[in-house]
């Protein structure tokens, strides 16, 4: 997992609020704010309210965001509780409807015209709207929430009785040669499903619950809302992906089968979900003539990483030093990055090896940090977070993939010529398959999402697997019954968030294609590392970074880019 947000843990779209003020709200407060009550004006009305808003949160942002680190690295059922009951009180903050109606007074009167405070009540306003619950069911929603990311957290898969990290489980499924041995690691790394599935299932209820009482049909169309997007817009751009992928996947696809089955010794028509490198076949078998991994078994990823950032203007040592990067027993074996306070203290938490996959992440991470690190101090609190959650994961995304660029690794390894162009001559097919692999598996993510929300009482594990054979053609294990769906830690504690990793890979190729024509003056094509050029970081900090959440996320690439979000770029960088 390369960033999970939850709402208290990361750098979320709004500012959390506390509502209380000496005893008081603080709509009660401002009660004679409402239009016709004599108010100064509206736009002075909303300047007093957020002013009010933010005196109050700093600390508490701080204090859940601490007390989430915490707990994701000791594993303990009271530091999970903590979490719990922070976040509770920041979610009841915009469950208080005398504040929601002040705040959509605010937004639909149109007389707030500084565009600043525009766009701080337009967001609050969201935050407001998704958590229009009465107190008892948010409270039922933040604890079941918080005790599936607990199973999740402190699960340890087993292997013939013997306790198995996530680690090993990938190791096995990467380089074990013994079909029945990779299918243990793989049944394995679905144990957990049966633990959370119920409790999942329960929690998409209440969720559903409460989309329903502000008017939707279900959670999925109000999380989509509140974040900017629309489900007929995501429809028209995954549904244009996946008409785009489907030969290109199928190719790539019976090529891949072909070597695995050569490598198993199976039939291509007996390959099982476990003959992939992936529980989930999210990411790409290493198959062909190079193994990358051996580049960086005597390295140290976190040292490569901290001098690549350094090289291109975006220091990163302060993040280093104040993150987790090691596994150890209890700690939360997911990867994901934190902004404890917007103010400079941004974290990563990693179970780093020194191979290729965790090079990717290194990057990845810290290009979450740089994100968060870099937000411009001046821009109002509750805009300096980035643009739209997919925006820093377009840049967490577009520095992952340097892992596996052979002019990068040729410069940050010392690698020879020879060595460079031998990565080359497979790192363009990798590239290629690890891009179209994941498009595929982010569409089954996204559609089975999509339907668990309208109706979670159906055959998910049937519905599971009808969207794997669809999109990712891979087979269901014959008499396969399992919640296998549930396995899948997002749609715990980072609902109807998944599709906002591929809107990245879209938004991080047309970054690749304007920085490399437009900012490095390269043709497009051209092999580029980024490494050593710091008109790269400057122009991430300026038109990026630092304007936060100030402009719409399309408006921030229109004009970063020069263009709206467009599938273009992707496709013709690893389609075509």
């Known amino acids: 997992m390369k960033a999970i947000n939850s709402k208290v843990q990361n750098s979320c779209y709004v500012a959390h609020v506390v509502r209380i003020l000496a005893g008081t709200t603080i709509a009660s407060v401002l009660i004679l704010a409402i239009p016709g009550c004599g108010y100064n004006t509206v736009e002075q009305q909303s300047a007093d309210f957020i002013k009010a808003h933010i005196e109050a949160v700093k600390p508490l942002i701080k204090e859940s965001n601490l007390a989430y680190w915490e707990a994701a690295n000791s594993g303990k059922a009271e530091d999970y509780d903590k979490v719990s009951a922070l976040e509770l009180k920041v979610r009841q903050i915009y469950s208080d409807q005398e504040e929601y109606t002040l705040v959509k007074g605010l937004k639909e009167s149109g007389k707030v015209k500084d565009r600043l405070l525009a766009r701080q009540v337009e967001g609050l306003y969201n935050s407001y709207l998704e958590d229009q619950i009465?107190?008892?069911?948010?409270?039922?929603?933040?604890?079941?929430?918080n005790e599936i990311q607990k199973n999740f957290s402190t699960h340890r898969a087993t292997i013939g009785g013997e306790n198995v990290t996530d680690n090993q489980i990938k190791e096995i499924l990467k380089t074990e040669t013994d079909s029945e041995k990779r299918k243990e690691a793989w049944l394995a790394s679905k144990q957990v499903g049966k633990i959370v599935a119920e409790d999942l299932i329960r929690l998409v209820k209440l969720r559903n619950e409460a989309a329903r009482k502000v008017g939707f049909d279900n959670f999925h169309t109000l999380s989509l809302t509140t974040s900017e997007q629309k489900v007929e817009?995501?429809?028209?751009?995954?549904?244009?992906?996946e008409e785009l992928t489907n030969v290109p996947f199928a190719e790539l696809k019976a090529e891949l089968d072909s070597r695995l089955a050569d490598l198993y010794e199976v039939k291509v028509e007996h390959l099982a979900p476990w003959h992939y490198h992936d529980p989930f076949f999210q990411e790409t078998p290493l198959v062909y003539d190079l193994d990358l991994d051996t580049y960086y078994q005597n390295q140290d990823?976190?040292?490569?990483?901290v001098a690549y950032f350094a090289d291109i203007g975006l220091p990163v040592e302060s993040i280093i030093a104040s993150s987790d990067l090691y596994e150890r027993e209890g700690k939360n074996p997911h990867a994901f990055c934190t902004n404890i306070d917007r103010e400079g203290d941004v974290r990563i938490l990693c179970n780093l090896q020194n191979n290729e996959s965790w090079m990717e992440t290194m990057l990845h991470e810290l290009?979450?940090?740089?994100?968060g690190k870099f937000n411009d101090p001046d821009v109002p609190f509750i805009l300096r977070t980035p643009a739209h959650i997919f925006t820093t994961e377009a840049i967490a995304m577009f520095f992952g993939r340097l892992s596996r660029n052979a002019v990068w690794m040729q410069a940050m390894l010392g690698l020879s010529d020879q060595q460079q162009a031998e990565i080359k001559e497979v790192s363009s097919k990798y590239s290629?398959?690890?891009q179209?692999?994941?498009a595929r598996w982010d569409l089954v993510m996204y559609n089975f999402e999509k339907q668990l929300y309208a109706n979670p009482d159906q055959d998910l594990d049937a519905l599971w697997w009808e969207m794997v054979e669809k999109y990712q053609l891979v087979k269901k294990p014959?008499?396969?019954?399992?919640?296998?769906?549930?396995?899948?830690?997002?749609?715990?504690?980072?609902p109807c968030y998944y599709h906002n990793y591929l809107l990245g890979e879209l938004l991080a190729s047309q970054l690749h294609h304007h920085l490399v024509s437009k900012v490095l003056g390269l043709e497009v094509g051209q092999n580029v590392g980024y490494v050593v050029e710091s008109d790269i970081g400057v122009f991430l900090r300026k038109n990026v970074f630092e304007p936060g959440a100030v402009y719409h996320w399309n408006e921030m690439i229109e004009r970063a880019t020069g263009e709206p979000l467009t599938p273009k770029y992707f496709v013709d960088e690893f389609v075509h």
């Open 432 to 434: 290629q398959l690890k």
């Open 134 to 145: 009465e107190p008892e069911l948010l409270k039922k929603i933040v604890d079941l929430s």
């Open 478 to 494: 014959e008499g396969r019954a399992a919640p296998d769906w549930a396995a899948k830690i997002h749609f715990a504690i980072a």
């Open 233 to 241: 817009d995501l429809d028209r751009i995954l549904g244009e992906l």
């Open 367 to 371: 290009g979450h940090a740089v994100y």
């Open 301 to 305: 990823v976190k040292d490569l990483a």
């Open 436 to 438: 179209l692999i994941f």
